[in-house]
């Protein structure tokens, strides 16, 4: 979701669009509660024994560090994917843990949350990084997990989620040679649902890579969570079709797998 759609989707919010090492956040210091970015995993140059918040410079990290040492927020929130917790044999994560222990704050053991426990119909991980400001005597504890897993049913149809069924929206389309593979797999299967000689050919190399890639030619089922959702709908090592229909799911769907509002 780019900046613009934020705008559109909140005219009341003071949106900077821009590169952040341009931005100077002084001003809002002592006055805001949290400050969250995302990141990505950028490997660090060691100095020293100890990572320090200028030995970071260049990555992004650095500037929501750098950030969150202007602001000088409660807490601080950063999310990243999984995969940082074996990034560069652990060393990365590390190093923000004592940047951001540098700068004033403690960090929370770190969790891997998984959105279907906290009421989203959706199988995405990620990794979070919960900073709290070393004056403050508080024990952070992670949200419980909810008891109700989602799935696409709730997210679509009227149910527990929303109160009646996804508005019309437009979508992306497969192209034919897609759509014809796409056409056989049944709700919840996936490229393994082809006779073999089409495996062979859709999959290509792949095919004799072994391991589940369980992502390809995968059709959601209505009693499951959706997979992660990604930025292009019909990309060949993603697809997220539709139970019922040969298709890409449209805009809206998106937004209710996400749980937005619809509106």
Known sequence: MGLSNIKKNRP????????????????YRNSIDVVTGGFPCQAFSYAGKKLGLNDARGTLFYEFARVVNEVNPLICIGENVRGLLSHEKGKTLEGMISILDEIGYSVVP???LKAINYRVP??????????????????YKYPKPHKKIYNLSDALKKGDLYDCKVPKSEG????????????????????RNL??????????KSFYLGGGKTGM????????????LTCSPAQKQTERCHPDETRPFTVR??????????E
Do not use: C
Request: glycine share 6%; net charge positive; hydrophobic share 35%.
């Open 12 to 27: 009341k919010w003071n949106v900077l669009e821009g590169d952040i090492k341009d931005y100077d956040f002084n001003k």
């Open 110 to 112: 770190v969790q891997v």
């Open 122 to 139: 959706q199988k995405r991980e990620r990794l979070i990084l919960a900073g709290v400001r070393k004056d403050i005597n508080i024990k």
């Open 172 to 191: 992306a389309k497969y192209p034919d040679h897609k759509k014809e593979i796409l056409d056989l797999i049944p709700p919840k299967g996936y490229w």
């Open 195 to 204: 006779p073999i000689e089409l495996q062979k050919k859709y999959m290509g």
């Open 217 to 228: 030619a995968r059709r959601i089922g209505w009693d499951e969570p959706s997979l992660t």
């Open 253 to 262: 769907e998106y937004a209710r797998i996400q749980t937005f509002p619809d």
